[in-house]
């Protein structure tokens, strides 16, 4: 189960146009199997830092910090880079996150100058998650600038799955939100979690 608290904190609904793209909020249930299964199959690495490009409201941050991974998001508008903070501080408070790493930045993902101000090397992410939201700058940056074998998590509605230069695909996730009736109707009931590595 995902911890109440975390998915009582994100049911708010809440749709935005930003200055970089779109904010509508992943599935928590959804991006929750994912992990799940990728961490059990040693996809994703729980020693090795993880980043949400475009983190929104902060729940992906929220959901792999509260997981044991230390996690950054970055976010370009500055409402919902104060309202991921917020949403962290209040879940560490209340003991869903804990010791594990949860910072929020604001900044633009693709900028170098954003790893510059906060203090950490993009070389340092072993996954690197999107909805997709300028997913394929993303994807070139990884493909420019990450270590090899670093991951790419990339979650879609589309059922049409993209190649990316300098990546290799290894594996689809089609996975349905098991909690509708928490859901706040802008999440998307099922969706694909495409899973990248940098050769
Ligand atoms: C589809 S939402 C996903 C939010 C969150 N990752 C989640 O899964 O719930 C995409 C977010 O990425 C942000 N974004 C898009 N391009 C960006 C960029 N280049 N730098 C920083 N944020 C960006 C948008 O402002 C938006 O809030």
Redesign the pocket.
Known sequence: MISEKLLDKFSMGYL?E?????????SLDI?RQAFIHLLSKDIIDLDKPFL??????G??VALASSMGIASW?????EE?TALAKHNLINLRALGVIKETTAMIHR?????NK?YQDMNIEFTDFGTI??????HE??AKKIAKDAKPKTIYLL?SGDEVKEDFSGLIFLHELALANRFKDASIGLEVPQGFVRVYIKG
């Open positions: 935005k930003t200055d970089t793209g779109i904010f509508i909020p992943s991006i949400d490009a475009g983190c929104g409201d729940r992906i998001g970055i976010e370009s508008d919902l900044g633009n993902f693709c900028d954003t998650y999107n909805y997709d939201n300028n700058n993303l979650y």
